[in-house]
């Protein structure tokens, strides 16, 4: 049974687009996806390291930004007269300029605010978020600010025998975002499990005692925040070219909080847990647009992050976990003692 | 020269709304150990119940601005009493994901309510100008400075001179022996929260008036008392009044001198150097933070 659910999910996941032909719901499916995959990358930090970065955002906007602007191409002047321009490139190579920029933020910001823990870390990383909407909305030149860089081509691929191809169907791009998704949930998989992943997880239960046995904490948490950039990064550079339209918005600060509730719903620190939670926030909208405003839809998010805070602290999947009796079987989701926020 | 002195009056005008707004975040975390999300939504609330007050009641600016005040200290309390209150013990992290529930309701309640087209509230003051010398100031500004003024000055008073104030500095230097000593932890805290959120809300509704009232007012709001407070270190009252006057003149003047986009990035940058080079913020004595 335990083999056989995953791969079951994976199953139906990829045979979305033949039972799903309704293309306002493949679009639903789509922009899930995505946020997603950007919920996995938060949950690296959230859940495994235990940082609160709600910055995370910033990093879905670089990458949207690096890719758009990689295939846009663009002419800037820099202070003293230093030119650069920059001709269009193909989306193919925006997408691993996207990862590249992202990770190397990550990597700067990782070095820089990890030098200061809890409410002051959240701080810094709201902060750094702000502060790239605001130059991504006042630098005209390169961002084209408010007025939102337009027409960002599909993805292209080369095909043996046919030539380039060009990514205008929903169907093939629900498959391009399927398989990065998978992609970087092997990737996260792969990292928790490892050396480095039990380190984060030490990082996180007892930091003065992981240090003891010789943690090199600032290197582990560095390199969770590279890993989880680029992800981010890699979420934004899909969904530029998936909308084909990106303006400095997508650096809202609500965006971040959209994946901390997909998260914490979900269950922080789990595999499936943002999975789980992105599937339901991401397909609520289509739910409640029939009788709720958009604010009222926000009254309903926000109540729901309080409730599941209050009623499930631990979020959806150690719950299910919990009642299915397979809680011995998934040591990395049940029974971490850092989280009693239940208790009275 | 002219230039500048009025950006320095418009800074300590500024200033002494953005301490406010400083002062009531910095005594919450530091007393409850509660980062606040809720802040910013307290400020609107205070601009809006001001607006609701004199546009749709028709009561005096004056009497609406006081009413303002004890309405925001009451949502605060409310809010503490309900949804902190069952979290006592409760890491940090929790309650600041409470507090960012509570933040996105109520803002979208007042969106939800209030519609989202900006409000002006109308005052009694002239509209022409005071000039003195160079410098133009209107006299609902000069109200605004008073009025911030008084209040910190105010504040201070209580946290300093009466027994409710000794009580809550005790509470903010140990919670434990504070309780042992026989001060009622549970009443600090909700009284903490009412008066950070009273403010708040007199911040909302000093500002209100000379700029307009919108639902997305908040957020600003908050992200800026964030940034006061790490200026002056979290939990220090007198680096919190100080960091508001800061942010503001160096809003003022980056608006002036460099770019008035940039005018609201000021703050950010601030909090990421100072959190880099001093973390514990600018005026911090030996007291623990953080």
């Known amino acids: 049974m335990k083999r056989v659910l995953p791969f079951l999910c994976v199953v139906v996941f990829l045979t979305v687009p033949f039972w799903l032909q309704d293309q306002y719901f493949l679009h639903v499916a789509i922009t899930t996806t995505i946020f997603v995959i950007a919920a996995m990358s938060l949950n690296l930090l959230l859940g495994y390291t235990g940082q609160l970065s709600l910055g995370h955002v910033a990093f879905f906007g670089i990458g949207a930004y690096a890719s758009a602007l990689t295939t846009l191409g663009f002419d800037v002047e820099l202070v003293g007269g230093l030119r650069i321009v920059h001709s269009p490139w193909p989306p193919v190579i925006g997408f691993p300029v996207a990862i590249m920029i992202a990770g190397l933020c990550g990597y700067l910001i990782g070095k820089l605010s990890f030098k200061v823990r809890g409410a002051y870390f959240v701080i810094v990383t709201i902060s750094f978020a702000e502060v790239t909407r605001l130059v991504a909305l006042n630098w005209v030149e390169l961002t084209q600010g408010p007025l939102a860089l337009n027409n960002i081509p599909p993805y292209t691929l080369w095909i043996p025998g046919i030539g380039f191809h060009e990514f205008w169907s929903k169907t093939a791009y629900f498959y391009i975002v399927a398989a990065v998704a998978l992609a970087s949930y092997v990737i996260i998989q792969r990292l928790v499990n490892s050396r480095a992943g039990r380190a984060m997880v030490a990082l996180k239960d007892n930091e003065s005692l992981a240090v003891s046995v010789g943690i090199d904490v600032t290197r582990y948490l560095v390199l969770a925040a590279v890993v989880s950039a680029a992800i981010a990064g890699a979420a934004g550079s899909l969904y530029a070219h998936y909308v084909k339209i990106i303006d400095p918005d997508i650096f809202l600060f609500i965006y971040t909080v959209t994946m901390v509730i997909m998260v914490i719903t979900g269950g922080k620190g789990t595999l499936a847990g943002p999975v789980v939670g992105g599937i339901i926030f991401g397909f609520l909208p289509v739910v409640l647009r029939s009788f709720a405003s958009p604010a009222m839809q926000w009254i309903i998010y926000g109540g729901l992050m309080i409730a599941i805070v209050f009623l499930l602290p631990q979020g959806i999947v150690p719950a299910v976990e919990r009642i299915l009796g397979r809680a011995r079987s998934a040591p990395q989701a049940a029974g971490s003692p850092s989280s009693k926020a239940g208790d009275k | ?290």
């Open chain 2, 1 to 290: 020269v002219h230039e500048f002195l009025q950006h320095l009056v418009n800074g300590l005008i500024l200033g002494s709304t953005y301490a406010l707004l400083g002062i009531g975040l910095t005594l919450i975390f530091g007393i409850m150990r509660v980062v606040n999300f809720t802040h910013g939504e307290l400020y609107a609330f205070g601009a809006y119940a001001v607006y609701f007050a004199t546009a749709l009641l028709g009561i005096n600016f004056f009497v609406g601005l006081a009413l303002a005040v004890i309405a925001g200290c009451l949502l605060g309390a409310l809010i503490e009493y309900v949804l902190l209150r069952p979290l006592q013990g409760a890491d940090i992290d929790t309650t600041m994901l409470v507090m960012i529930g509570t933040w996105i309701v109520m803002q979208n309640a007042e969106l939800l309510y209030w519609g989202g087209v900006a409000k002006a509230v109308i005052t009694p003051f002239p509209d022409e100008p005071l000039q003195i010398g160079p410098i133009y100031v209107s006299w609902l500004r000069i109200f605004v400075l008073v009025m911030g003024t008084v209040l910190i000055v105010a504040t201070y008073l209580l946290i300093d001179h009466t027994k409710l104030g000794k009580a809550m500095r005790s509470t903010f230097q140990d919670r434990d022996t504070a309780a042992l000593m026989g001060v009622n932890i549970k009443g600090i805290y909700t009284i903490t929260f009412a008066l950070g959120s009273g403010l708040a809300a007199a911040a909302g509704a000093l500002l209100g008036p000379v700029f307009l009232v919108a639902p997305t007012m908040g957020d600003m709001a908050s992200l800026k008392a964030f940034a006061i407070v790490i200026l002056g270190g979290l939990g220090n009252i007198t680096g919190a009044a100080l960091g508001g006057f800061i942010l503001a003149f160096v809003e003022e003047l980056g608006a002036g001198y460099i770019s008035s986009g940039y005018r609201d990035a000021m703050g950010f940058l601030i909090i990421i150097v100072i959190l880099l080079f001093r973390p514990t913020g600018l005026f911090t004595r030996a007291e623990r933070v953080g």
